[in-house]
């Protein structure tokens, strides 16, 4: 078992940037051999779940939802158990909550069906 935690979420004017933060206890990256690739997620008031990016294990490979891409970064620190969005030029339409997502596979995947624990998440709340 897995559990996610996210923060660094808040209040921001558009243009602006923030750093989410997802940390991973349980089973983490670093124990028992188990490798995951992670995803950022977010849901806004009345609509579905979308993918942001997604990171495989290793880091080599990243992907970004078309809305955020050339704006927000994935990264991660298997040795942190952390996996980090960094969000830059932040627009009102980025208002959402943020959910960082573990999948037991060492590719990423945008699918969120394919991840097997969720974090709570986070508000990202982007004011024009």
């Known amino acids: 078992q897995v559990q996610l935690v996210e923060s660094g979420g808040g209040l921001v004017q558009a243009g602006g940037s923030l750093r989410l933060s997802c940390a991973a206890s349980?089973?983490?990256?670093?124990?028992?051999?188990?490798?995951?690739?992670m995803g950022w997620f977010r849901q806004a008031p009345g609509k579905e779940r979308e993918f942001v990016a997604a990171?495989?294990?290793?880091?080599?490979?990243?992907y970004y939802a078309d809305s955020v891409k050339g704006r927000f970064t994935i990264s991660r620190d298997n040795a942190k158990n952390t996996v980090y969005l960094q969000m830059n030029s932040l627009k009102p339409e980025d208002t959402a909550v943020y959910y960082c997502?573990?999948?037991?596979?060492?590719?990423?995947?945008?699918?969120?069906?394919?991840?097997?624990?969720w974090g709570q998440g986070t508000q990202v709340t982007v004011s024009s």
């Open positions: 997502a573990a999948r037991r596979r060492p590719q990423a995947d945008p699918a969120p069906f394919s991840y097997d624990y």
């Open positions: 349980g089973r983490t990256f670093s124990s028992y051999g188990i490798t995951y690739s």
């Open positions: 990171i495989s294990w290793t880091g080599g490979n990243t």
